[in-house]
């Protein structure tokens, strides 16, 4: 009983800090794009019109990509860190590559990401997820090596 009982405070403990970087690394994806994401999804769900339903469709997918590649670096780190701090640092570093791939992706793109998803450019929003998601997983096989 008190294995177990020393296992979930050990669940509660990273629990307790990976939450907290997964939440920072939300507002700080949201603090580094030049246009409010909850604000467009929140638009274009009371909106009929179809610009603003993109917007929303885009704006969702992009940050729902940065939130799964985050939180895939942040089960690696879980998993493959030796202390709460080596835990933290990974999910930290998690933060600052997927912000540095999103304005390298808008870089290397012959057209400008952050005027694209406001426009309603869904299939834009759609890749920008996925590179999220793809740097996420690069980047917990990483933590590993």
Do not use: C
């Not at 990974?90 to 012959?110: D, K, M, N, S």
Request: net charge neutral; glycine share 8%.
């Amino acid at each position: 009983m008190n294995d177990q009982l020393a296992n979930i405070l050990n669940f509660l403990t990273y629990l307790g800090v990976t939450l907290p970087i997964l939440l920072f690394g939300i507002l700080a994806f949201m603090m580094t794009t030049p246009y409010n994401e909850y604000k467009l999804i929140r638009e274009g769900a009371d909106s009929d019109d179809p610009r603003k339903m993109n917007a929303a469709k885009a704006a969702a997918h992009d940050l729902g990509g940065k939130v799964i590649g985050l939180a895939i670096v942040l089960a690696s780190a879980v998993f493959h860190s030796v202390s709460l701090l080596d835990l933290a640092m990974w999910g930290i570093l998690g933060i600052i590559f997927q912000v540095a791939v999103f304005y390298i992706f808008e870089l290397v793109t012959p057209f400008r990401v952050v005027s694209e998803i406001p426009k309603g450019n869904v299939s834009v929003g759609i890749f920008a997820s996925r590179l999220s998601v793809a740097t996420g997983l690069l980047m917990a096989a990483l933590i590993s090596y």
